[in-house]
T-cell receptor, first 118, second 111 residues
């Protein structure tokens, strides 16, 4: 149980295009979903927190107009990287925090999406 | 600011030995401390959670200790196997709060 999927698993795009990444909780409802970015040999850095039906909360230094987050339902959140540039190339990972009765202190992570912007 | 430090160098051990990983933190009083495993090119996988009022937690070959006075957690893998080779992440949080991750320690178990 507590499976989170991401799609696509990897994407290569040209500079200036927009890329949408989907995050789904497959067998549970998520009160909150999180988006992280991870550069090689570095830890996960939280980008934003999203709750279903409300606006996302972005971490300091993360441009909300560049990284658009939509949390349309209790099982789906999307991250759109708008006008992507090579410096946006990274590993993007989502996580979901479940409803009761699953433990709410734990987050369940997706497999990640590798983005390469040429 | 909050800071989490894990063994920065990779840990190389022989199969069958016990691996011990360290997580130290400053400027934070977490309600929970969690350990995750991350394989290359994959998302983290939850292993264990320990609460601030707990000293030790076990799950099969895994053991976690939490010393809020020392602001330190130790993560042990007993009878280690090559399949345990991965990066292990320590993460702190408060009730309903965000996870703050350490940079991870890469563990390599040699047969």
């Amino acid at each position: 149980g507590a499976v989170v999927s991401q799609h696509p698993s990897w994407v290569i795009c040209k500079s200036g295009t927009s890329v949408k990444i989907e995050c789904r909780s497959l067998d549970f409802q998520a009160t909150t979903m999180f988006w992280y970015r991870q550069f090689p040999k570095q830890s996960l850095m939280l980008m934003a927190t999203s709750n279903e039906g409300s606006k996302a909360t972005y971490e300091q230094g993360v441009e909300k107009d560049k990284f658009l987050i939509n949390h349309a339902s209790l099982t789906l959140s999307t991250l759109t990287v708008t006008s992507a540039h090579p410096e946006d190339s990274s590993f993007y990972i989502c996580s979901a925090r479940p409803h009761f009765p699953l433990p709410q202190e734990t987050q369940y992570f997706g497999p990640g999406t590798r983005l390469l912007v040429l | 600011s909050q800071k989490i430090e894990q063994n920065s160098e990779a840990l190389n051990i022989q199969e069958g030995k016990t691996a011990t990983l360290t997580c130290n933190y400053t400027n934070y009083s977490p309600a929970y401390l969690q350990w995750y495993r991350q394989d290359p090119g994959r998302g983290p996988v939850f292993l264990l959670l320990i609460r601030e009022n707990e000293k030790e937690k076990r799950k099969e070959r895994l053991k976690v200790t939490f010393d809020t006075t020392l602001k330190q957690s130790l993560f042990h893998i007993t009878a280690s196997q090559p399949a345990d080779s991965a990066t292990y992440l320590c993460a702190l949080s408060n009730q309903g709060g965000k996870l703050i991750f350490g940079q991870g320690t890469e563990l390599s178990v040699k047969p």
